[in-house]
C-alpha cells in the first residue's frame, strides 16, 4: 500500500466471478474476474481497509480468494454457498473495441442477497457494484453513515428495472458509469444534457467512462476530462471500467478529502489503474505494481493532459 | 486579430465551396463551406497575414468572398473561372455522430492546378487542405523556405493514390488527419501504433482528431491530448476539423516559434475554433468572436484538464 494513506475503509458490493475470454489473443479460461475483484485489486493499493460483500459457489478456485487475502483485502463478506459461481463468456474483437457476450451464468449469485455485518455497516466509503438496483439501494441503506456512497449500473437495470433504478439513484451522490449507459439513463445523445440530466435524478456527481478515449467528471464545480493515454500493447479491456472505480474510490480513501483537487487526482489514479489493468489479462495487471510505477503513471498523465494557462 | 502576434504569414491551399447541409436542424442551402474557408476564417484570428489559394466557379456568391475579404484574408489567390463551384451535400444523423454524403459536385475543383504567386511562395508557415497529394506536392515545392509544411489527406487518397501520398508525406512535417485515417494509413487500429508507423512515413509531427473525443498529438516531446469540451449545443460539425487546423496553424503565427509549449497552446487553440465553429452552421460561429470569447474558451479546456501532479 502507498504511504501516508487516510486509510480510510471502503466497501465494494460486486461480483467474484470467473470468466472466459476470447479474442486476438485466443481463449483464456476460469480466470478471475467480477466487479469487486477488479475494484478491491486497484483500491488495495491506496488504503489497507478494503472489504469485499459477495458470493461465490463451491467451484470457485481458492487461489483467487488467497490473491486477494495476499492484498489485505477483506474478504470475510465472500460467502461461499453451494451452486456455481457466477461465470461470464464473452469474446472480442480483433481489434478489442467491441465485445460480444457468449453467455452468462449467475449461479449463486441469482440469490445473491447481500447482508452487511456491524463492522461493515460502518463503512466510510460505499460503492455499489453492477448489481441488481434494489439490491444496491438495499446495501445502501445498511451502512450507517457513509462519507460517499457511489454506483455503478448497467443497460439491463436502465431498460428493465427503471423505478427501481429511479429510487437507488436518489440515495447515492456518485454515479460512475460509460456514454452509452448515460445516453440511456438520460435519453440525450449529447453527453453534457445527458450529464445534467442524470445529475436531477439523484447522483451530484458523475463520471462518464469512454474506453480509450478517457473519461470525464460532471459536478458542483464544473466538469473535468482525463483523455486516455495512448498504449501500445492492450490484451484486455474486460474490468477496466471496475479498477477505474477502484483506483478512484480508493484514492479518495487514501487522501481523505472530496474536494475538488482531490477528486481530479482520483479520476487520475482511476485512469492510471484502469491503464495497466488491460495491459493483461484478468487482473494480471494489478497484481505486481510498485509505488514508482503507479507514480510514474500518475506523471504520465500530467505529461500527456498539461499546459500553460496563457493570455491571449 | 488578437493583439502581439508575431504575424507569419500563412497560406492554406484547399476548397473555397458550397455546402448544402441536411441533418435534425433542418435543410441548408448553399452554405459557405470547403477547406479553405473554414481554416483561413479561424486562423484569421491570430494573424492577419491569411492567405488562400483555391478556385471557384461563376455561380460562387460574392457575398461570401467579400466575407473572407473582410475577416483580412488574401484572396487574390482565391480564382474564379468558367464552370460551377464545387458544391457538396451531405446529411447527418440526428445525434450528428455520422453523416452520408449524398453528393458530391467537384466542379471546376476537378481542374484544380495551384499555381503560387512570388508573394506566396515566401509564406512562413503552409497548409495543404484535403486535395489530391500530388498537387499538394506541386504547392510545397513551389514555396521556397516554408518555416513548417503542414496537412491534411483522406481515405480517398490513402485508398486510391498511396504512392503519390506516401511521396508527398515525405516532404511534410506535420500531418492533421481522424482516427479512421489514421487507422486506414497505417494499418494499425491501436492509436499509439499508428502514430508510431505513420511518423515513420515522413511527418515528425502527427495529429490525430477524434471528434467530440477531442485530439492527440504525437511529436518528438512526447504525446499531448485535448479531451473535448462537453459542448450543449452542437448543430452542425461540418469544418470542425479544418477550423481546428485554422487555429492550430494561426496560433503558430500568432505565436511565432513552434516548441512544444507553442504547440500544445496551438492544439488548444484549435480546440477552441472548433467548438465554436460547430455551435452555428457554416461558419457563423467563427463570424464575430471577440478576443475575449477566445480567452474564455481557452479558459475552459485549461479548467477542463489541469490537475496537480501529486507524489503519492
Known amino acids: 500500500m502507498i504511504g501516508r494513506s487516510a486509510n480510510r475503509s471502503l466497501l465494494i458490493v460486486g461480483s467474484v466471478a470467473l470468466d472466459d475470454i476470447d479474442g486476438p489473443f485466443g481463449p483464456h479460461k476460469d480466470i478471475l474476474g467480477g466487479s469487486a475483484s477488479f475494484f478491491a485489486a486497484a483500491a488495495a493499493y491506496f488504503t489497507n481497509q478494503v472489504q469485499i460483500v459477495a458470493v461465490v459457489g463451491e467451484d470457485f478456485p481458492q487461489e483467487h480468494l488467497d ?25 472480442y474483437s480483433d481489434d478489442l473495441t467491441s465485445r460480444e457476450t457468449l453467455d452468462t451464468k449467475l449461479g449463486v449469485f441469482a440469490d445473491f442477497k447481500p ?19 434494489a439490491l444496491q439501494l438495499e446495501v445502501a441503506e445498511q451502512v450507517k453513515a457513509p462519507g460517499l456512497v457511489a454506483a455503478d449500473t448497467m443497460n439491463l437495470w436502465i431498460n428493465e428495472f427503471r423505478p427501481s433504478l429511479e429510487k437507488t439513484l436518489r440515495a447515492v451522490q456518485l454515479l460512475v458509469i460509460n456514454d452509452e449507459e448515460a445516453r440511456l439513463l438520460s435519453g440525450e445523445h449529447n453527453l453534457a444534457k445527458a450529464a445534467a440530466g442524470i445529475r436531477k435524478m439523484g447522483p451530484r456527481s458523475l463520471v462518464i467512462k469512454r474506453g480509450d478515449a478517457g473519461a470525464y467528471l460532471f459536478h458542483e ?55 495497466y489493468l488491460v495491459e493483461q489479462f484478468s487482473l494480471d495487471g494489478l497484481r505486481n505494481l510498485s509505488q514508482e510505477a503507479i507514480q510514474k503513471r500518475f506523471t504520465a498523465f500530467h505529461r500527456l493532459s498539461q499546459f500553460e494557462h496563457l493570455t491571449l
Chains 1, 2 share one sequence.
Open 67 to 91: 490473491y486477494l487475502e495476499s492484498r489485505n483485502i477483506d474478504i470475510s463478506g465472500v460467502q461461499r454457498v453451494p451452486g456455481e459461481s457466477f461465470h461470464w463468456y464473452g469474446k
Open 115 to 133: 447482508q452487511l455485518s456491524e463492522r461493515q455497516r460502518d463503512v466510510d466509503l460505499l460503492f455499489l457494484g453492477n448489481i441488481h438496483p
Open 221 to 275: 464545480h464544473g466538469t473535468f476530462a482525463v483523455p486516455g493515454l495512448p498504449l501500445e500493447d492492450v490484451k484486455d479491456p474486460t474490468g477496466a471500467g471496475d479498477s477505474f472505480a477502484g483506483g478512484f474510490m480508493g484514492y479518495l480513501a487514501y487522501s481523505g478529502g472530496t474536494d475538488a483537487a482531490a477528486i481530479r487526482a482520483a479520476m487520475i489514479t482511476g485512469s492510471v489503474m484502469a491503464s
